[in-house]
């Protein structure tokens, strides 16, 4: 009982200093910003060890993060094979092909009003297909390697940047295609130096949800069959082992490149997109 209370102690503890630096003199700082989260993050790990330790929970309920970690760096030769496989090849290559081919149909969607009112319908009902249903086809039909994979991927990530892109290109106002008409531009004139502008916050915010789409539908497809390497093939050997520490291992690894994902695409928008109300400090 010893460390429950300590882990008490110290959750209260974090409680407080939190609350203090967010609603202090300094809240709107760098430092302070950065700070919280790293502030809940340890009290929260602390209060999980202590929990964990204290009440004895077998490992196969919830390894306390001391396993964990003794896991990944005793695993880091697996967990790099794993990241690569599931990760590079698997989930940023679907990424790639899925999102570029969505935003070629977005443009040729914006030209044709048939297309535009044929094509969304039926990609809600696509967006809307569990995965466990269309991943064991798409394994059958492009192998057990990355290929189906990527496929996996692609049907993911099409649709979601495929609809924001296409509200996006229809976000400017009359008065604006009116004004780019009385200047005699062409489609294309138009579309780079009016549409296409006003359209990025949609694209990135499609780009963004796809980042950990993409990432999840790599995963899960690796469940249905894939080589003797990758992180959903990890997981699942590893939970018919009982090894839950290696799961939780895998589980960091897929955080950490989720998050890593989805910085880079939003450190990309922010360059992109400076003069945008959401961009403004």
Not at 231 to 251: Q, Y
Request: aromatic share 12%; proline share 5%.
């Amino acid at each position: 009982m010893l460390m429950v209370g300590l882990a008490a102690l110290i959750w209260c503890g974090g409680w407080w200093l939190n609350t203090r630096l967010a609603n202090g003199p300094q809240a709107d700082t760098r430092l302070v910003q950065l700070l919280v989260p790293v502030i809940f993050g340890v009290t929260l790990l602390l209060v999980w060890q202590l929990l964990v330790k204290g009440l004895q929970v077998p490992l196969v309920i919830l390894p306390a993060p001391s396993d964990i970690a003794v896991a990944f760096a005793g695993n880091l030769s697996k967990l790099r094979d794993d990241f690569l496989q599931t990760f590079v090849k698997g989930a940023l290559r679907g990424y790639v092909i899925g999102c570029s081919a969505a935003f070629l149909m977005a443009i040729v969607m914006d030209r044709s009003d048939f297309l535009r009112r044929g094509l969304l319908p039926v990609g809600n009902f696509v967006a809307a297909l569990p995965i466990v249903g269309t991943a064991p086809i798409l394994v059958m039909w492009f192998g057990f390697d990355w290929h189906s994979k990527a496929a996996v991927v692609v049907v993911m990530v099409f649709f979601p940047v495929l609809v924001n892109t296409v509200a996006g290109l229809r976000e400017t106002s009359a008065m604006q295609r009116d004004l780019m008409q009385t200047y005699a531009a062409s489609y294309w004139q138009s579309f780079f130096k009016l549409r296409l502008p006003a359209a990025l916050p949609f694209v990135f915010n499609g780009l963004k949800i796809s980042t950990t789409l993409a990432l999840v539908g790599a995963i899960v497809a690796e469940f249905f069959g894939s080589p003797t390497v990758g992180m959903g093939f990890r997981i699942s050997t590893s939970v018919g082992k009982l090894s839950l520490d290696m799961v939780w291992a895998e589980i960091v690894v897929a955080a950490l490149a989720g998050s890593m994902f989805y910085g880079t695409v939003a450190m990309v928008e922010k360059s992109l997109t400076f003069w945008h109300p959401s961009q403004r400090r």
